[in-house]
T-cell receptor
């Protein structure tokens, strides 16, 4: 069975540009979460979606937005990119909406903003 | 002050050693505690999760939670070079916005 898949794996963007990151959860999983991991730090929670509804939001500016589609895949959008947005963006899925038993993470999208 | 504190290391041990990795947390609402392993350029992989205080064992790995002191530990017995990775602790609680709060991670190197 395929795990959590993310695309693209790497990309380079210029300050001020927009980026869209994509995630497909494990088959049957209805919850998708997004995390940002800056080099040398632990992942920071950005969003959680369950059954296409936003169930949680972290302390990130409005430049960050996300959505979940009927097939439970998800997109993370970041507008007006800043140098500080350079990070590994991780998608995680779970069967239900709770985080209490952990999530399965994808390998991430490494975003570099120049 | 971060809600979950973790010594970043690096921690270097010889093969076969017992490794002790630790985190402290400040939010007394945390009920669920997890350990993830992250290899370079990969996503975190869930190793173990525990609920409330107590011990949990899975093969060479043992997780301990002491809620009274807000202290969580992961022990690795008979460490192997393949255990070389960054180990992240994470905490959550019911009603906590469905998020995991991670420590910064401890980089472990097991040497031959």
């Amino acid at each position: 069975d395929a795990g959590v898949t993310q695309s693209p794996t790497h990309l380079i963007k210029t300050r001020g540009q927009h980026v869209t990151l994509r995630c497909s959860p494990i088959s049957g999983h209805k919850s998708v979460s997004w995390y940002q991991q800056v080099l040398g730090q632990g992942p920071q929670f950005i969003f959680q979606y369950y059954e296409k509804e936003e169930r949680g939001r972290g302390n990130f500016p409005d430049r960050f937005s996300a959505r979940q589609f009927p097939n439970y895949s998800s997109e993370l959008n970041v507008n007006a990119l800043l140098l500080g947005d350079s990070a590994l963006y991780l998608c995680a899925s779970s069967l239900e909406g709770t985080s209490n038993y952990g999530y399965t993470f994808g390998s991430g999208t490494r975003l570099t903003v120049v | 002050q971060k809600e979950v504190e973790q010594d970043p290391g690096p921690l270097s041990v010889p093969e076969g050693a017992i490794v002790s990795l630790n985190c402290t947390y400040s939010n007394s609402a945390f009920q669920y505690f997890m350990w993830y392993r992250q290899y370079s350029r990969k996503g975190p992989e869930l190793l173990m999760y525990t609920y409330s205080s107590g011990n949990k064992e899975d093969g060479r790995f043992t997780a301990q939670v002491d809620k009274s002191s807000k202290y969580i530990s992961l022990f690795i017995r008979d460490s192997q070079p393949s255990d070389s990775a960054t180990y992240l602790c994470a905490c959550s609680f019911t009603g906590g916005g469905n998020k995991l709060t991670f420590g910064t991670g401890t980089q472990l190197k097991v040497e031959l």
